[in-house]
């Protein structure tokens, strides 16, 4: 099989699954370009409330496949960069599902999701120091607000790689899972996500990614929608709450 992404939506989940096994799962040019437009596809999909992105086999993602930059690597960081720029701005919640190595382009996808659950012997690294290159302003600023400056210069300077356990102190990954307790884990918690408001989840993503003009417009939408009546409702009667609230509410 190609180099791809493959996907599927089960139960309200969209999962992107990176196909290139030959190579751990490195991103070619081809993959980078196709992220962005298959993001469109499912944030349009009414019946997606979740997307999880995760490697083929017990890989995550090796980074980019090196034989793209022979010939322009500007061009292939560019690449990169439209691709995390769209999957942070993807409008529901995001999990990265990582197993083994998380590193270079990889590390970038990984960081624009919202959360990231990692098997035990995971590995991530940010390795363009290795390689001479300049890593993206953008890559750099969403790494240092999500892990600090102090963990972002280690990882940046050094091109090392490091388990979970140090992963999980710097707030790189939300959760450490034991050898084959990842996908259980992942059918939890997203069930967990499809359960609850779409509002509450809408409104939080972007206050929490740093915007700053959109509290009127959530106001609006909360007073629309009746979320908040049905959570209270259900709650003291003791049963799911049936959430109704949509993007195109």
């Known amino acids: 099989m190609e180099p791809q992404l493959l996907h599927r939506v089960t139960e309200s989940v969209a999962t992107v699954v990176i196909h290139h096994p030959a190579k751990r799962n490195a991103m070619t040019a ?21 997307l999880v992105l995760t490697g083929e086999g017990d890989t995550f993602c090796a980074g980019a ?13 560019g690449l990169a960069v439209l691709a995390e720029e769209a999957l942070a701005a993807f409008p529901k919640p995001t999990l990265a599902a990582v197993r083994g190595h998380c ?9 624009a999701c919202d ?16 390689l001479g290159i300049v890593y993206p302003s953008s ?11 102090a963990a972002t210069k280690y990882l940046l300077f050094s091109g090392e790689l490091i388990d979970t356990a140090r992963a999980l102190r710097t707030g790189l990954v939300d959760e450490v899972l034991p050898a084959g307790g990842l996908g259980k884990r992942v059918a939890e918690f997203t069930r967990v996500l499809v359960s609850r408001s779409r509002l509450t989840q809408a409104a939080a993503k972007e206050f929490a990614d ?4 959109r509290d009127a417009h959530w ?12 959570g209270v409702a259900a709650f003291l009667e003791r049963r799911q709450p049936r959430f109704t609230w949509t993007t195109s509410g």
């Open 30 to 50: 081809a993959m980078w370009r196709a992220l962005p437009p298959l993001l469109d596809t499912l944030a349009a999909d009414p019946d997606v409330r979740a």
């Open 65 to 77: 496949d090196i034989s793209t930059l022979k010939g322009s690597p500007a061009e292939a960081q």
């Open 103 to 111: 590193v270079g382009g990889g590390s970038q996808l990984a960081a």
């Open 115 to 130: 959360l990231r659950f990692a098997e035990e012997d995971a590995l991530f690294g940010v390795t363009p120091a290795k």
């Open 139 to 149: 890559s750099t600023r969403r790494l240092t607000s999500l892990i600090g400056p």
């Open 210 to 213: 740093g915007r700053t003009d």
């Open 219 to 230: 106001a609006e939408q909360a007073r629309a929608a009746d979320d908040t009546a049905e």
